[in-house]
């Protein structure tokens, strides 16, 4: 038998009202949505740029020596980093908010208005419409 956790929920937008079902995630689908999270590549953003700091300051340190071998060999590792660094900053701004908001809308949501819901989701944000349904079944649970 499955432990189920869903509650019902009202949407009003305008004059149209669409009802639906909004359900708990399970712990599977909490570690789909955080595993497309950039995490991990922030967490490996910042070691770039830890190893990016250690190695300006070696240039530093080789000009003071005035060896140009070390410099330029620095400068090559320089190079790499920063383009490595480069690339994860991409993948970090390319991760969007909305679509984590989406996602956890096409899990949780149930019921014949799933699909207009998630047309409203598209027009005004999905993180939008969720504070909305969070808040309608706060007050529906507050009721009780």
């Given at each position: 038998?499955?432990?189920?956790?869903?509650?019902?929920?009202?949407l009003?937008?305008?004059?149209?009202?669409?009802?639906?079902?909004?359900?708990e995630?399970?712990?599977?689908?909490?570690?789909?949505?955080?595993?497309?999270?950039?995490?991990?590549?922030i967490?490996?953003?910042?070691?770039?740029?830890?190893?990016?700091?250690?190695?300006?300051?070696?240039?530093?340190?080789?000009?003071?020596?005035?060896?140009?071998?070390?410099?330029?060999?620095?400068?090559?590792q320089?190079?790499?980093l920063?383009?490595?660094?480069?690339?994860?900053l991409?993948?970090?701004e390319?991760?969007?908010?909305e679509?984590?908001?989406?996602q956890?809308?096409?899990?949780?949501?149930?019921?014949?208005d799933?699909?207009a819901?998630?047309?409203?989701?598209?027009?005004?944000?999905?993180?939008?419409?969720?504070?909305?349904?969070?808040?309608?079944?706060?007050?529906?649970?507050?009721?009780?």
């Amino acid at each position: 038998m499955k432990l189920n956790i869903t509650e019902p929920f009202e949407l009003t937008v305008g004059e149209d009202t669409y009802e639906g079902e909004f359900a708990e995630l399970t712990k599977k689908q909490s570690k789909s949505i955080d595993k497309d999270t950039p995490k991990d590549t922030i967490k490996e953003n910042n070691k770039v740029a830890k190893k990016i700091e250690r190695i300006e300051r070696k240039i530093e340190n080789a000009k003071n020596l005035d060896d140009s071998k070390l410099i330029k060999s620095l400068y090559s590792q320089l190079d790499k980093l920063e383009d490595i660094q480069e690339s994860l900053l991409d993948k970090i701004e390319s991760y969007s908010i909305e679509d984590m908001y989406k996602q956890r809308m096409t899990l949780s949501l149930s019921g014949d208005d799933k699909d207009a819901i998630m047309t409203l989701g598209e027009t005004y944000g999905y993180q939008k419409v969720f504070d909305t349904i969070i808040r309608d079944i706060r007050e529906r649970n507050a009721g009780n």
